[in-house]
């Protein structure tokens, strides 16, 4: 079954750095798009970043574009997360999520793993 | 960026009753969009795509239907389970956006 693992969480001070893993299981992580959803405490969902199933083109929400960057490595079925000049908005559950992208116009984030939490405070 | 907004934001309903939560688009996203259930400390779970498309193992109760700005979704008798918050989200582009969420709490 399709197993998505996040880890790499904590607290971290402002200005400093964190990368985040996603660890892929039960399919063919090298075949899929994979992005990055957080969630602050009490609110919806936002979009942060996805990445080609080959790398080739990364996407990025304005709010982290120039401060995070979103990699993968197929040899190792892991996703990551580089974090840097982190602030406390960016305080929140940050989830690995997988994307399906079918015939017509069938688009959607299938698989989520369980989320790993980012607390940026002083 | 495209704006979701769901209304209402937060609902109070009965076991059996028939809800509707709409969810409007700032421009148009053809049917390029889905739905989750989210429940607390959850991750979120989806529900349908492609506006209408049931996800595999999801109840029948729920449907989904529109396209362009317009969105609903439904659930045709409202079991104990449901009571969550929903989340539209378009995926019309690479700069996906989420509705703000309708909180549905039982009466």
């Known amino acids: 079954q399709v197993q998505l693992v996040e880890s790499g969480g904590g607290v971290v001070q402002p200005g400093r750095s964190l990368r985040l893993s996603c660890a892929a299981s039960?399919?063919?992580?090298?075949?899929?798009?994979m992005h990055w959803v957080r969630q602050a405490p009490g609110k919806g969902p936002e979009w942060v970043a996805g990445i080609f199933s080959d790398g080739s083109q990364k996407f990025y929400a304005d709010s982290v574009n120039g401060r995070f960057t979103i990699s993968r490595d197929n040899s190792e079925n892991t996703l990551y997360l580089q974090m840097n000049s982190l602030r406390a908005d960016d305080t929140a559950v940050y989830y690995c999520v997988r994307y399906y992208y079918g015939s017509g116009r069938q688009r959607c984030f299938d698989y989520w793993g369980q989320g790993t939490l980012v607390t940026v405070s002083s | 960026d495209i704006q979701l907004t769901q209304s209402p934001s937060f609902l109070s309903a009965s076991v059996g009753d028939r809800v509707t939560i709409t969810c409007r688009a700032s421009?148009?996203?053809?049917?390029?969009l889905a739905w989750y259930q989210q429940k607390p400390g959850k991750a979120p779970k989806l529900l349908i795509y492609a506006a209408s498309t049931l996800q595999s193992g999801v109840p029948s109760r729920f449907s989904g239907s529109g396209s362009g700005t317009e969105f609903t979704l439904t659930i045709s008798s409202l079991q104990p389970e449901d009571f969550a918050t929903y989340y539209c989200?378009?995926?019309?582009?690479?700069?996906?956006?989420f509705g703000q969420g309708t909180r549905l709490e039982s009466k």
């Open positions: 421009q148009g996203i053809s049917s390029y």
């Open positions: 039960g399919f063919t992580f090298s075949s899929y798009i």
């Open positions: 989200q378009q995926l019309n582009s690479y700069a996906i956006t």
